[in-house]
């Protein structure tokens, strides 16, 4: 008979499997997916980590004229600007299943396995955070049927490796904290450079992971030495591409060379924090990732000098935004005729099945993270939401980016619904829970208010061809 796991596993992997199935011939829309797709292929081809080949820059033409330095190569220009990780996961698969057409397809089979495997992975999470089996088990059925999760392998996005990778990080965390085995620390060390490697921004909470660790083994007399060995081991795996950029541009550079790009959208005097079609097309024709980011970096200087007591309310939008609802890729492709127009009841519904489990969850997940005993491996996950949340207030801010913490959020929700959080609480802790709550609450009622122009547009007969920008 089947594990209780392997069922909700397999019942994560059919319809997933299904949409693939479904959107066989589906291509491909949104400038990331273009600039991952085109990494991938390079990398097949053996031309290094190169993108903008002269057949790709014909094709984007139409859309974006390219400013192509002088000694621009056809196969490409060497890049840094993306991390690596998933580039490299779609090489991977390109490299079995060919670059034709049909290459979209196999990368969507792939994925969907991976998401499916995010079940298992949540169970175990719970279970090591010590939620219980009854938490563990509603985690993983949470994230079976996540709307968004199980639509999510459809996009060359990469969340599919990320989200994975961030949530074994966290597991193997626990894992080594409690066994203490120096294999443990090292395993843990390695998965977080693969997952810096995939995105970069990850990269500071390994700093914070060592720190936990340290404090989690301080009865140990070796403490010191396991946070050692996650460290190095995440810098096995991130300084050679780090040392490659380096070499690259003549100037040290991490693993990915984006943070100039992100600056300038995130503090741009016409930015509300997050990503906005028109300044992102300012930087974007610079296909040289060192002249990008360097002009990146001095605006942002720019920007903030100019006008330094906008930052604080700037940041707080960018938070605004990390926790906002999840609708902006689909009101991106209904609006632009990728659906034909559906009923005002149906997209409704669409709508609703896209934003309405995270305000199912967010509150709830609140109360798991604040209510009951905040121990150790509990504190871990907390710092981690505050660290992911802090970094995009610094940076730039949209709801896809806290997709990656669904896993997370899931489990601390199980914990609070069925787990024994809140009957474990005290009054101390359940006020600051309702200011939680509270928060999340009128930053989703204020993004719905500002945006009911847009929204009752969208419902209207026209409203599949607005052409609303990304």
């Known amino acids: 008979m089947m594990s209780f796991v392997t069922r909700v596993t397999l019942l994560a992997l059919i319809p997933r499997l299904a949409l693939a199935l479904f959107t066989r011939d589906l291509g491909i829309g949104l400038d990331d997916m273009f600039q991952y797709d085109m990494l991938a292929r390079s990398l097949v081809a053996g031309n290094d980590y190169r993108w903008y080949a002269e057949e790709d820059v014909r094709f984007i033409k139409p859309y974006l004229t390219l400013q192509r330095p002088a000694d621009y190569d056809t196969r490409g220009v060497l890049s840094s600007h993306r991390a690596p990780g998933y580039p490299a996961f779609l090489a991977l698969v390109y490299a079995a299943a060919g670059v034709g057409p049909h290459r979209f397809f196999a990368a969507r ?9 995010l079940v298992p992975l949540s169970w175990a999470l719970a279970r090591r955070a010590g939620f219980g089996d009854r938490a563990a088990r509603w985690a993983a059925v949470a994230i079976a049927i996540f709307p968004l999760l199980v639509v999510y392998p459809l996009a060359l996005a990469s969340e599919n490796i990320f989200i994975p990778l961030l ?6 965390l626990l894992q080594a904290s409690e066994s203490g085995r120096l294999r443990d620390y090292a395993a843990a060390g390695f998965i977080l450079g693969l997952t810096a490697l995939t995105r970069s921004i990850i990269s500071g909470f390994v700093v914070i992971a060592a720190a936990w660790a340290w404090r989690a083994a301080a009865h140990r007399s070796d403490g010191l030495r396991r946070c050692a060995v996650l460290i190095l081991c995440f810098l096995l795996v991130t300084l050679p591409w780090a040392m490659r ?35 992102s097309l300012d930087l974007l024709p610079i296909i040289d990732d060192a002249e990008r980011n360097e002009r990146g970096m001095a605006a942002f200087g720019e920007f903030v000098h100019a006008d330094p007591g906008r930052i604080p309310l700037l940041m707080l939008s960018k ?89 997370l959020i899931s489990v601390l929700a199980a914990y609070a619904l069925v787990g024994g959080a809140w009957p474990a609480s005290t009054r101390r802790q359940r006020w600051p829970a309702g200011l939680l709550i509270a928060a999340l609450v009128v930053n ?16 209207g007969p026209e409203g599949f061809k607005l052409r609303l920008p990304y």
């Open 109 to 117: 089979l792939a994925q969907a396995i991976l998401g499916a495997l």
């Open 167 to 172: 949530t074994l990080s966290v597991l193997l």
């Open 245 to 279: 950029n380096t070499l690259l541009h003549g100037r040290p550079t991490w693993i990915e060379s984006s943070l100039g790009y992100n600056l300038y959208l995130g503090y741009h005097p016409k930015s509300t924090g997050t990503f906005q079609f028109g300044i």
């Open 319 to 407: 938070a605004g935004y990390l926790w906002g609802l999840d609708r902006r890729a689909l009101i991106y492709f209904y609006s632009n005729g990728f659906f034909g127009p559906w009923p005002p009841w149906l997209l409704g519904l669409v709508l609703a099945l896209d934003a309405g489990p995270l305000i199912l969850l967010a509150p709830a997940a609140a109360i798991g993270l604040i209510c009951g005993k905040m121990e150790r491996r509990k504190a871990l996950m907390a710092v981690l939401l505050a660290y992911y949340t802090g970094i995009h207030m610094l940076t730039l801010a949209e709801p896809r980016f806290h997709v990656p913490l669904f896993p």
């Open 444 to 459: 989703w009622a204020l993004e719905i208010a500002r945006d009911w122009d847009t929204l009752a547009a969208l419902f």
